[in-house]
């Protein structure tokens, strides 16, 4: 196996077990093991768990800006309905999950915030980045009059964010998608309104 397929397959199946177990119940030669990797070779790839931790962030930072590329920035669609979309496909991959897991950056976020610096800052960054593309297709939906012009977009965009990862985590708590549907009716009924 190649270094960068080997790197690439110990941080996907970290990457896994982290969002199922969380960072500090994850340990290496688990990993290693499920990425069929030597346990003495982990070394070679990353100068720490730290390191390896804030890669992770970072593939799955990857895979929410994937997320929002494909939903979020189609002006194909209008843009509350590409806002409908990104949230329904969430949803239907947490369903897919058995409503297990939740938000892996929403999940570090709670785990690991308080206890190591370079996460939280790393975590922040994505944080922000999962804003972003929220942010703008409020201001195209105020543009084309679909949602009022007195809605502060960013405010509204962080305050849809906030509300998403605590919907997640009543989802992982009462194993029902319920949580995001009020999310969803909630935002889209009430918050958004014209």
């Not at 070394?43 to 929002?68: N, P, T, V």
């Not at 947490?94 to 976020?109: A, D, Q, V, Y």
């Not at 964010?161 to 909630?186: Q, T, Y």
């Amino acid at each position: 196996m190649a270094k960068d397929t080997t790197k690439l397959s110990i941080i996907r199946e970290g990457a896994r077990q982290v969002h199922s177990k969380g960072y500090n119940n994850t340990g290496l030669s688990d990993i290693l093991q499920a990425a069929s990797v030597p346990k003495g070779s982990f070394y070679f790839y990353f100068k720490s768990k730290e390191d390896f931790g804030l890669a992770i962030i970072d593939h799955y930072g990857e895979f929410i800006q994937g997320m929002a590329e494909a939903y979020l920035v189609d002006s194909n669609l209008p843009p509350l309905d590409r806002l409908a979309n990104f949230i329904d496909a969430y949803q239907t991959l947490f369903e897919k999950m058995g409503l297990r897991c939740g938000c892996p950056i929403g999940n570090l976020i709670q785990e690991m915030s308080d206890l190591n610096e370079p996460f939280r800052e790393k975590i922040g960054i994505i944080y922000s980045r999962m804003q972003s593309p929220v942010e703008q297709c409020l201001r195209e939906a105020q543009d084309r009059g679909e949602i009022s012009a007195d809605i502060d977009a960013g405010q509204a965009a962080q305050f849809i964010l906030n509300s998403w990862e605590g919907a997640i985590m009543h989802m992982k708590l009462a194993k029902d998608s319920e949580p995001l549907k009020i999310f969803r009716r909630m935002v889209f009924e009430r918050i958004l309104k014209p």
